[in-house]
């Protein structure tokens, strides 16, 4: 073998496990949060756990730029309001629990009319849960498609 046809058979292995290797390191920060709820025996609630913790409920949820309630009635409607450095704003909409357990909601203005559902797991303090979105969900609150949230009952 010549030595340029050497270099590159190296150069081309080289390249190929750190693709390898770079491909094996891209797992999503959801998807290690699932793979890790997996590993510790935990499951996202549900269907009628979803149901039942969500009818005539109140999230709240936030982070340092914002802070947000959501009110979800026991007929399918919700009232979401949020604060934020930039004002404030509300929008309402419906909700519904998937056959699967996933919480969906559908804003009137946020989220520009789309569905986006997400998965819903236990937290460690009573109350406390995380909302996972689900892969067509975009938050630009939460890159990451992990949210936690405290749910309380009534409004």
């Avoid at 080289?14 to 891209?26: E, F, H, K, Q």
Wanted: aromatic residues 8%; positive net charge; glycine residues 10%.
């Amino acid at each position: 073998m010549k030595p340029r046809a050497k270099v590159t058979s190296i150069l081309t292995k080289v390249l190929a496990i750190l693709s390898i290797l770079l491909l094996a390191g891209c797992v999503s920060t959801k998807q290690k949060f699932q793979d890790d709820m997996m590993a510790q025996g935990v499951k996202p609630l549900t269907a009628s756990e979803v149901k039942a913790l969500f009818s005539n409920a109140t999230d709240s949820h936030g982070t340092s730029k914002h802070e947000a309630k959501v009110y979800y009635s026991a007929d399918g409607k919700l009232q979401g309001h949020v604060k934020a450095s930039w004002g404030e704003d509300s929008d309402s909409g419906e909700w519904r629990v998937s056959e699967d357990g996933l919480l969906c909601t559908k804003y009137r203005k946020w989220g520009k009319g789309g569905e986006n559902c997400a998965s819903v797991y236990p937290g460690k303090a009573d109350g406390e849960y995380t909302l996972i979105l689900g892969s067509g969900a975009k938050s630009k609150n939460y890159p990451d498609g992990i949210v936690p949230i405290k749910v309380t009952p009534g409004m």
